[in-house]
């Protein structure tokens, strides 16, 4: 049973992509924005009041109806809020000429990183459901857990910082062997833990895996939707050990 209730977890920075537009041989990159406003006399006792509000943000997912993940983000951004959404780079060949299009890796969803009465006010809109017979947004619950006030409901799903951060990173390389997967493509168990070390995937930590005959990077960000990196050789790769997820 789900309830649109939120009991979300904390979470505290962001990420931007581009448009989801066709870029010929451009590129538009994930630009790392703080979400720490700058210090300022509106302190009290010594600490921020409005640092602390920020700290309420978190990344929420949050599901979008079919077809709108454009309308989704302009929406969103024009409530001033921020939001994400990953894209997948294509190589495409029209006319004899190949160029790189974007396209959503995952149309279904919108992360928005906000407080959680924030995003309150985006699902319960008046303006997103007016004139229409379906709401633009709604909750993606996190069926792993329970909210701690009521066994019998999920909370909405949250993301960690860290780990929308390297799946950010990730999705913004402009790459068409970037590739989205399932659970279901990968045919057996997911190798060692791994950091990336050369390259244009430096920095992405992620599982080893085996896929289209090539050794690959794979980073997983909702339960059954993972991203593939393009190949990597071993030398390009350390084992690390990753803290584990309290989602």
């Known amino acids: 049973m789900e309830d649109n209730t939120k009991q979300p977890l904390i979470a505290d920075a962001s990420l931007y992509n581009g448009q989801p537009t066709d870029t010929g041989s451009s590129c538009p990159s994930a630009r790392l924005t703080s979400c720490t406003p700058s210090i300022s006399g509106d302190v009290k006792d010594g600490v921020s009041v409005r640092n602390a509000l920020v700290e309420k943000r978190q990344w929420f997912v949050l599901r979008v109806s079919y077809g709108r993940i454009i309308k989704a983000k302009a929406f969103v951004e024009a409530k001033g809020f921020e939001c994400y959404v990953p894209m997948r780079y294509k190589e495409v060949k029209k006319h004899d000429k190949k160029r790189i299009i974007t396209e959503p890796l995952f149309p279904s969803f919108l992360f928005v990183h906000v407080t959680a009465e924030q995003v309150e006010t985006l699902i319960h809109d008046s303006k997103v459901v007016t004139n229409e017979s379906r709401a633009l947004l709604s909750y993606y619950f996190d069926h792993t857990i329970h909210r701690q006030d009521n066994p019998y409901c999920n909370p909405p799903l949250t993301i960690q910082n860290e780990a929308m951060n390297n799946f950010i990173r990730l999705t913004s390389i ?13 045919m057996y168990k997911l190798g060692n833990e791994v950091v990336v070390t050369e390259g244009e995937f430096i920095g992405i930590h992620g599982r080893v895996a085996r896929i289209a005959g090539q050794q690959r990077v794979v980073v997983e960000l909702l339960d059954g939707y993972l991203v593939a990196t393009a190949y990597i050789p071993k030398e390009a790769m350390k084992n690390c050990i990753t803290s584990q997820k309290n989602n």
Do not use: G
């Open 174 to 186: 402009k790459n068409p062997h970037v590739i989205p997967i399932t659970s279901e493509t990968i």
